[in-house]
């Protein structure tokens, strides 16, 4: 795996962290207390996809705190750290979706799928609940209820919405960037 990192992934840093903040308002309630479905996640789940773990690393960390702090007054920590996991751990795999080469075939879609649902039980059911206890001493019985939760919605969020933008990037948008260095 190649690293690369130019002004294309900063500029992805900076829109994707604004998507991120910016939908951290958009809530589906699950029934579950404090566990919504979020658009967030497709958004970030996408730009790893294409841009790599640093750009999806960066927007979940830096989206989720900043979310937490502009809409809620404080950051809940134990819920950031997982989304950053999640973001770096899609973008590992960025080259083998093939994304902005049109490559995102039903090979890479499989791929991506397996790669986030791996990932997300690691960070909801796993991560946030341990980080919940340690950090803010929650209660157990609650906090396994929250993560599978918040596994369950981050799978659907971006197994149906994370994929349809990276089909409909990799059929039109990877093809025809406007994004071009300058002489």
Same mark, same amino acid.
């Given at each position: 795996?190649?690293?690369?990192?130019?002004?294309?992934?900063?500029?992805?840093?900076?829109?994707?962290?604004?998507?991120?903040?910016?939908?951290?308002?958009?809530?589906?309630?699950?029934?579950?207390?404090?566990?919504?479905?979020?658009?967030?996640?497709?958004?970030?789940?996408?730009?790893?996809?294409?841009?790599?773990?640093?750009?999806?690393?960066?927007?979940?960390?830096?989206?989720?705190?900043?979310?937490?702090?502009?809409?809620?007054?404080?950051?809940?920590?134990?819920? /950031?750290?997982?989304? &950053? %996991?999640?973001? +770096?751990?899609?973008? *590992?795999?960025? !080259?083998?979706?093939?994304? =902005?080469?049109?490559?995102?075939?039903?090979?890479?879609?499989?791929?991506?799928?397996?790669?986030?649902?791996?990932?997300?039980? /690691?960070?909801?059911? &796993? %991560?946030?609940? +341990?980080?919940?206890? *340690?950090?803010? !001493?929650?209660?157990?019985? =609650?906090?396994?209820?929250?993560?599978?939760?918040?596994?369950?919605?981050?799978?659907?969020?971006?197994?149906?919405?994370?994929?349809?933008?990276?089909? &409909?990037?990799?059929?039109?948008?990877?093809?025809?960037?406007?994004?071009?260095?300058?002489?």
């Amino acid at each position: 795996m190649k690293l690369k990192f130019g002004i294309k992934e900063v500029v992805a840093i900076g829109i994707g962290t604004a998507l991120f903040v910016a939908l951290t308002q958009i809530q589906i309630p699950t029934g579950i207390p404090n566990t919504y479905l979020q658009p967030r996640m497709a958004i970030m789940a996408f730009l790893a996809a294409v841009f790599g773990p640093i750009v999806g690393a960066v927007v979940g960390l830096l989206g989720h705190a900043l979310g937490d702090a502009m809409f809620y007054g404080s950051v809940w920590w134990s819920w /950031v750290f997982p989304d &950053g %996991l999640v973001g +770096l751990a899609i973008g *590992l795999f960025a !080259a083998k979706y093939a994304v =902005k080469e049109g490559g995102f075939d039903k090979k890479a879609i499989i791929l991506f799928n397996v790669a986030q649902i791996v990932v997300n039980a /690691v960070a909801w059911i &796993g %991560l946030a609940p +341990l980080l919940d206890i *340690l950090i803010y !001493a929650e209660p157990v019985e =609650k906090l396994f209820v929250q993560g599978a939760g918040a596994f369950l919605g981050n799978i659907l969020i971006i197994g149906i919405l994370g994929t349809l933008l990276c089909a &409909g990037y990799s059929k039109i948008g990877a093809k025809s960037s406007s994004l071009s260095k300058e002489d």
